[in-house]
C-alpha cells in the first residue's frame, strides 16, 4: 500500500527568504515518482516539480528544489527566495502502480 | 501535456438529485482519474476511469453513488447520485498522458457542487 505524509498543516516565512516543506513517504513498488502541486486560492492544481525513484540527482525548477532522500523516505520541498504570490496550499503526491495519491497538504503564509 | 475541459464549473444542487460532471481532454490520454476534494481538505481518489469497461473505484467509493463511464480515450463522466451536503466538494478529473506509470498528472479546473 502506498502512504504519503506531510506533517505541518501551516507554515509562515517572510519574504526573500527559504522554505522547507516537509513529505515522507511510503510504498512497496520499486518505480514511483514523487511531485509537488501547488494550489492557489482560485483552486486550480499547478505541477511544481517531480522527482522519479530511479533519478540520482534532486530535481530543480527555478526557486524550487526538492530534497529527495530515499532512504529515509521523504521528499521535501525547498523554495528559495519567497515570494508573496507563493502564498498557497502546498501538496506532495505519490505516484506508483498507476494510481496518484496526496498529502493532507500545507498551507503556505509569505509575509512582507 | 494536456488541456482538459470540466463542466460545469460550478453548480448548486438540491438533496436527493443527481449530477454529472464531464471532462473532455484535448488528446487521447492512456489514464483517467476522477478526485474528490471536500472544503479545506486534500485530494482523494474516487476511481480510475477505464476505457470501455467498468470503473476501478477505491475504498469507500462505489458505483451507485458515482457511476463513471468513458466511452473513449479523450472523453469521461461522473454522476454524483442521490446527493446530500456531504457530497459539496470539488471535483477534479485529471489524466496521466504517458505511458510509464510515474507521468505528471494534469488537472482539470475542477467542479464545485454545493449540496444544499
Known amino acids: 500500500a502506498q502512504k504519503i505524509t506531510q506533517t505541518q498543516p501551516g507554515m509562515f516565512v517572510q519574504e526573500k527568504e527559504a522554505v522547507t516543506l516537509d513529505c515522507t513517504y511510503d510504498?512497496?513498488?520499486?518505480?514511483?515518482?514523487l511531485f509537488w502541486y501547488k494550489q492557489p486560492s482560485s483552486g486550480e492544481m499547478i505541477f511544481l516539480i517531480y522527482?522519479?525513484?530511479?533519478?540520482?540527482q534532486n530535481a530543480t525548477e527555478g526557486r524550487y528544489s526538492l530534497n529527495f532522500q530515499k532512504a529515509r523516505k521523504s521528499a521535501n520541498l525547498v523554495i528559495s527566495a519567497s515570494q508573496l504570490g507563493d502564498s498557497a496550499m502546498y501538496f506532495c503526491?505519490?505516484?506508483?502502480?498507476?494510481?496518484?495519491?496526496f498529502g493532507a497538504g500545507t498551507r503556505l503564509f509569505v509575509k512582507a | 501535456s494536456a488541456v482538459i475541459s470540466q463542466k460545469p464549473s460550478r453548480d448548486i444542487c438540491q438533496r436527493g438529485t443527481s449530477l454529472t460532471i464531464q471532462c473532455q481532454v484535448d488528446?487521447?490520454?492512456?489514464?483517467m482519474f476522477w478526485y474528490r476534494q471536500q472544503p479545506g481538505q486534500s485530494l482523494t481518489l474516487i476511481a480510475t476511469?477505464?476505457?470501455?469497461?467498468?470503473?476501478?473505484?477505491e475504498s469507500g467509493f462505489v458505483i451507485d453513488k458515482f457511476p463513471i463511464s468513458r466511452p473513449n480515450l479523450t472523453f469521461s463522466t461522473l454522476t454524483v447520485s442521490n446527493m446530500s451536503p456531504e457530497d459539496s466538494s470539488i471535483y477534479l478529473c485529471?489524466?496521466?498522458?504517458?505511458?510509464?506509470?510515474?507521468?505528471?498528472?494534469?488537472f482539470g479546473e475542477g467542479s464545485r457542487l454545493t449540496v444544499l
Open positions: 485529471s489524466v496521466v498522458t504517458g505511458l510509464t506509470n510515474t507521468g505528471e498528472l494534469f
Open positions: 510504498t512497496s513498488d520499486p518505480s514511483y515518482g
Open positions: 522527482q522519479g525513484s530511479y533519478d540520482q
Open positions: 503526491a505519490l505516484t506508483g502502480g498507476f494510481k496518484t495519491i
Open positions: 488528446s487521447q490520454v492512456t489514464m
Open positions: 476511469a477505464n476505457q470501455g469497461s467498468e470503473a476501478t473505484y
